[in-house]
């Protein structure tokens, strides 16, 4: 199975880029996590993208706020598919990462999740990655059920309670 790159602006962006690893291992899904900025470390992000391919990567993920241009920037230097995930800053809660992430020029398309949305991310590469992979499109299959399911039992409680 392909693996999935991780790639976060910054260590303060951990606690959503642990939603997608934890999402990702639950899945079984292989993943590497990497700080590289857009800004301070552009060589070396546009390297580890550049290289994906052949490090055996078929979706990347990349996390920032404020600026976000980190998902650009891996976007520009591959063909695999990119997955942006604006994360919230202090100064305009994210609103500012996401436009950002949203706003790739025409050849360089980076699909993005909601703010924050570490665990979307990972769903969505997984989804990208279960293409061609029928053991991989079972457990998403079966996640679904799962969640559906959790929500009929909460439904059921609440109709219990209230639909007498």
Same mark, same amino acid.
């Given at each position: 199975?392909?693996?999935?790159?991780?790639?976060?602006?910054?260590?303060?962006?951990?606690?959503?880029?642990?939603?997608?690893?934890?999402?990702?291992?639950?899945?079984?899904?292989? =993943?590497? %996590?990497?700080?590289?900025? @857009?800004?301070?470390?552009?060589?070396? +992000? !546009?390297?580890? $993208?550049? /290289?994906?391919?052949?490090?055996? =990567?078929? %979706?990347?993920?990349?996390? @920032?706020?404020?600026?976000?241009?980190? +998902? !650009?920037?891996? $976007?520009? /230097?591959?063909?695999?598919?990119?997955?942006?995930?604006?994360?919230?800053?202090?100064?305009?809660?994210?609103?500012? +990462?996401?436009?950002?992430?949203?706003?790739?020029?025409?050849?360089?398309?980076?699909?993005?999740?909601?703010?924050?949305?570490?665990?979307?991310?990972?769903?969505?590469?997984?989804?990208?990655?279960?293409?061609?992979?029928?053991?991989?499109?079972?457990?998403?299959?079966?996640?679904?059920?799962?969640?559906?399911?959790?929500?009929?039992?909460?439904?059921?409680?609440?109709?219990?309670?209230?639909?007498?």
């Amino acid at each position: 199975m392909k693996k999935v790159g991780i790639v976060m602006g910054s260590d303060s962006d951990l606690p959503i880029i642990r939603k997608c690893t934890d999402m990702l291992a639950s899945l079984g899904i292989p =993943f590497e %996590v990497h700080v590289y900025s @857009a800004h301070r470390t552009p060589r070396e +992000a !546009g390297n580890f $993208a550049r /290289n994906a391919k052949k490090n055996g =990567f078929g %979706v990347m993920i990349a996390a @920032a706020g404020m600026a976000a241009h980190l +998902a !650009g920037a891996i $976007a520009a /230097n591959t063909t695999l598919p990119v997955i942006g995930i604006p994360c919230k800053s202090t100064n305009l809660d994210g609103i500012d +990462a996401l436009l950002a992430t949203v706003q790739m020029p025409t050849g360089i398309p980076v699909a993005t999740v909601a703010i924050d949305g570490g665990a979307n991310a990972a769903l969505l590469a997984a989804q990208m990655l279960s293409i061609g992979d029928e053991e991989l499109s079972a457990k998403l299959d079966a996640k679904r059920a799962s969640d559906a399911e959790k929500v009929l039992q909460k439904n059921a409680a609440v109709e219990a309670e209230f639909n007498k």
